[in-house]
């Protein structure tokens, strides 16, 4: 049963899902969503990019209760970037639903807009355990209508100590509530938290591991001293349009960034000593193709959505197994080829072991000539970043920018790329070589009738 037609799905969701290009469910999908739309709690193995937050997205949506303005499901997630990328989906899949209200509470920015906003309830709630807890503590945040409580990415919040604040939250929540726990990797803690909140549920364990025809991993093995070397002589030698290089600590991450930079990559730092705003602009000129090279530690990275990254490089191999395959699992998604490289010192050696015994079979070693002084061009973005002091409170949507450009301003409609729109500013991706061009016109121009700040970011 992969057609999503087969379940008991509202006409209004299936018509959504059409429209969405959503033809059949994939595994974790057909496996977990017969359970849930059950009402019966569920513990789901996946890796990243399975499509697990449309699986738990059409649950709970086909249980709320639009008349009803009260808390009726939460989302838990470890990150902030996570947490806004499943209120993106969560809202992709509850347009056919009329005066759905979906709301996001992360840490990183002040509490009282939160608070504030607590005044008229949402029916979905999505955001991080810490954040949710304060809200929760300052009686703003109530549970006592909650349905379903969702725990995403559960290995990674139990890894960044958030067990009791999950623990706070769930005993403010309903007993006969609908527990719904996914996971990509499956320790006996994960086991032991399933317990403690769950009842009697469903295991669906699919679409694990990689396989050998979707990545192509190579390891090489590099002294510390010469491991920037092997990464610019890698990146130069594999040119992907976009790549992120994992480090082991903030530090690194940010020094390994601006050394990049110093050779001419087109490369940013994500890592948690970074603003929130910051955080969120790398993000946005990662995923439009202004940045080609994101360097980041493992927490940062979680909840990174992008579809199509042609490459993960470790410079420094993962402390343990399973983090080695959270970092090869964001490449070859969805019948894509992907490119996983390692750079392991001597001194990291030890850890391929465990990564072998996961992949079942020796991974693959190549040796790399860094005495090869030819000159290769760095890796270049594609395209540039232009920010718009306008967003989603002024009115400002997309279309209007796109309007600006392709209007008055006789920019390609080819040549402008992702566009993201902010409560006050969007950012606009447009091809490098007319970025100079639509900075003028759109300064020289009005959009939507006003003359809106705009500016070059980066």
Known sequence: MTDFSALSLSPALLQGLEALGYASMTPIQAGSLPPILEGKDVIAQARTGSGKTAAFG??????????????QTLVLCPTRELADQVTKELRRLARPIPNIKISTFCGGIPLRPHLASLVHEPHIVVGTPGRVQELIDHGALKLDALLVLVLDEADRMLDMGFEAAIAGIASQAPKARQTLLFSATYPEEIRDISKKFQRTPIEVTVDTEHGADEIEQ?????????KLDALSQLLAEHRPESAVVFCNTKRDAQDVADQLAQRGTSVLALHGDLEQRDRDEVLVRFANRSCAVLVATDVAA????????????SYELANDADTHTHRIGRTGRAGQKGLALSLVAPREIGRV???EENLGGKVRWVRINLSDRSAKEPVKAAMATLIV???RKDKVRPGDILGALTGAAGIPGDAVGKIDTFDTRTYVAIRRDLAKKALERLRAGKIKGRT???RTLG
């Open 353 to 355: 072991a465990k990564i």
């Open 302 to 313: 979680r909840g990174l959505d992008i579809k199509d990254l042609p490459a993960v490089i």
């Open 58 to 71: 059409l649950g709970l949506l086909a249980r709320i209760d639009p008349l009803l303005a009260r808390v």
């Open 218 to 226: 190579l390891f090489f093995e590099v002294d510390v001293p010469r």
């Open 389 to 391: 002091d306008g967003g």
């Open 452 to 454: 809106l700040r705009v």
